[in-house]
């Protein structure tokens, strides 16, 4: 399993209210959310985002309030993966449970820009930045975790065994 894309580059903090605004919160649809993801933090990323992209950000990503929605937001909207150092608990966990691949890597995290064209390996956790051409090295998820992740989610992967 792999992701390919370029990224979008954030910050520390970034919380569940940037990453989907609470006034969108009455949606059930991935669509929807997909629309309004990190419009209060980046105005432009609904415009500029393209299927397999990659955010980048600093630590402590996804904190804030235990919403799913904001998982659902950014992979509803394209990206294949967020790289940061560290990730809130709820959100790492939220982000497994729908499916949305997330690695910790303070390295990659610190160093790669927005812009780059990134690619990253999830059975070996590295992750090359192509425009610079360097690599980095995260904990590849467990071949449980990736199951869940290739199967879009821990729901789908109970109903598909």
Avoid: W
Avoid at 37 to 60: P, S
Wanted: one cysteine or more.
């Amino acid at each position: 399993m792999n992701a390919h894309g370029f990224v979008h580059r954030y910050g520390d903090n970034v919380d569940t209210d940037v990453i989907i605004p609470a006034r969108y919160l009455n949606t059930a649809s991935h669509e929807e959310l997909a629309a309004h993801c990190m419009e209060d933090i980046d105005k432009e990323f609904v415009h500029n985002v393209k299927q397999g992209d990659i955010i980048v950000a600093g630590k402590n990503f996804g904190c804030g309030s235990s919403r799913e929605h904001a998982p659902i937001a950014i992979k509803a909207s394209g990206i294949s993966c967020v790289i940061a150092p560290t990730f809130a608990r709820i959100f790492y966990r939220n982000s497994i449970n729908i499916g949305l691949a997330i690695l910790e890597c303070p390295e990659a995290a610190a160093e790669i820009q927005g812009g780059d064209e990134v690619s990253v390996d999830f059975d070996t956790g590295v992750i090359t930045d192509v425009t610079t051409g360097k690599t980095y090295k995260a904990q590849p998820f467990p071949p449980f975790i990736q199951n869940i992740i290739e199967k879009g989610g821990l729901l789908n992967s109970l109903k598909q065994g």
